[in-house]
Nanobody, 119 residues
Framework: EVQLVESGGGLVQAGGSLRLSCAAS????????IGWFRQAPGKEREGVSC????????YYADSVKGRFTISSDNAKNTVYLQMNSLKPEDTAVYYC????????????WGQGTQVTVSS
């Protein structure tokens, strides 16, 4: 059974940091890229970042460049999203997903974790 389980969300003040984790199982981790997405109330889902566990290549949305860092621990089949200098506009439900390429379709999705940044 394919599973993507996010954790690490919470409430933080503006300027603070959080680290999200995405634990993957049930598929060959190296064959997929893992992306982070977010969706705020009333807004469309937005791609935030992506990493290829096979070659380490990464992608970041302009809105998070310089503040967020994605990394992968292949031994643990886990991808992390380190979020620094958080802003209220980063408030959203964050999802991780597995796909074949960063800017393509994603096959598997996690259940999401809430991130709330207070001003």
């Amino acid at each position: 059974e394919v599973q993507l389980v996010e954790s690490g969300g919470g409430l933080v003040q503006a300027g603070g940091s959080l680290r999200l984790s995405c634990a993957a199982s049930g598929f060959t981790f190296d064959d997929y890229v893992i992306g982070w997405f977010r969706q705020a109330p009333g807004k469309e889902r937005e791609g935030v970042s992506c990493i290829s566990s096979s070659d380490g290549s990464t992608y970041y949305a302009d809105s998070v460049k310089g503040r967020f860092t994605i990394s992968s621990d292949n031994a643990k089949n886990t991808v992390y999203l380190q979020m620094n200098s958080l802003k209220p506009e980063d408030t959203a439900v964050y999802y991780c997903a597995a796909g074949l390429i960063c800017l393509g379709e994603y096959d598997y999705w996690g259940q999401g974790t809430q991130v709330t940044v207070s001003s």
